[in-house]
């Protein structure tokens, strides 16, 4: 019954995730690396360097990029993750209140997730081009500073914070007020006959009642932002090196380069994937302790 399961996540995941493996042990690019040309097959040519590349990537042995791309990547991720929780959150309130035209509101704040991120991001370049993008014309009309927002670093990457923002905050308030509508009413009377605040009914009853919502959001969003591939690629290319987090270089070095470093940028797969796996394990652990010490 589970066979053509297996068969499929084998196909899908564990090959590509095993080749990756293994590329990354060896030393190939698309110098090396073997093809057909014709009638005639080129066999492998890549010599097993075993862990050379994990350790000239950690050390900085080859470049100094890998503990800022790190840093960034990280920073990336917490920030983006804060500012979808904070904002889904307080949307979500707000929706979850008798208010009219909550359905058209609703409607309008989901349209940022449901138009496809290709889209959105472009859209975006034109509203933060440098010379006649939107958002510089309007600041400009007021008598502000109009950044540069495509090609200076500190604004390059406050702009790709504030597209994953815009991207991201749809699914999160959705979530949430999901979480929301399940928690039962009669938790917020009797909270109001006792006497209980809004801010208290908040906090001690619709946080609580959110904790398995949220810390499952939180984990996903950490997880998805960590890896956003798409809007840091379709925002800059790679013509922004300091705004490139750590995925987004991988794909540079195994695609974006002559000759295509393979090995380099599955060693950076595989770093980012045991990167991952250690993070959620320690926040899974974080969310038992605090679970039990509230039980």
Do not use: K
């Not at 503990?67 to 920073?75: D, E, K």
């Not at 991001?121 to 309007?138: E, P, Q, Y």
């Not at 295509?260 to 652990?285: N, P, T």
């Amino acid at each position: 019954m589970v066979a053509p399961v297996v068969a499929v996540l084998g196909l899908l995941v564990a090959y590509p995730l095993g080749r990756g493996v293994y590329l990354s042990l060896t030393d190939a690019n698309s110098d090396n690396v073997g093809r057909t040309i014709g009638v005639n097959e080129i066999p492998d040519a890549f010599p097993f360097v075993g862990l050379d590349h994990y350790v000239d990537i950690l050390t900085g042995s080859g470049s100094d990029t890998f503990w800022q791309q790190f840093g960034w990547t990280l920073f990336w991720t917490v920030s983006c993750v804060a500012l979808h929780f904070g904002i889904g959150l307080g949307l979500a309130s707000l929706l979850n209140r008798e208010l009219r035209g909550r359905t058209f509101y609703r409607l309008v704040l989901i349209l940022p997730w449901a138009v496809p991120t290709f889209v959105t991001v472009f859209s975006w370049r034109l509203i933060l081009a440098d010379d006649g993008g939107v958002l510089n014309a309007a600041l400009g009309w007021a008598h502000l500073p109009t950044p540069d927002w495509l090609s200076e670093p500190f604004w390059q990457r406050t702009a790709a914070i504030m597209v994953n923002t815009w991207c991201g905050v749809p699914f999160m308030m959705l979530s949430l007020l999901g979480g929301m509508q399940s928690i039962p009413s009669e938790l917020y009377e009797a909270a109001e006959t006792d006497g209980a605040s809004a801010w208290q009914r908040f906090r001690h009853v619709t946080m609580p009642g959110l904790r398995s919502v949220s810390s499952t959001v939180v984990m996903l969003g950490f997880i998805w932002t960590f890896n956003q591939f798409i809007i840091i690629f379709l925002l800059f290319g790679n013509s922004a090196p300091e705004a490139q987090i750590l995925v987004t270089w991988a794909y540079e070095l195994g695609f974006g380069q002559t000759p295509r470093d393979y090995a380099g940028s599955a060693a950076y797969g595989v770093i980012i994937l045991s990167m991952l796996v250690v993070l959620v394990s320690f926040y899974r652990r974080w969310l038992a302790r605090n679970e039990q010490a509230a039980a």
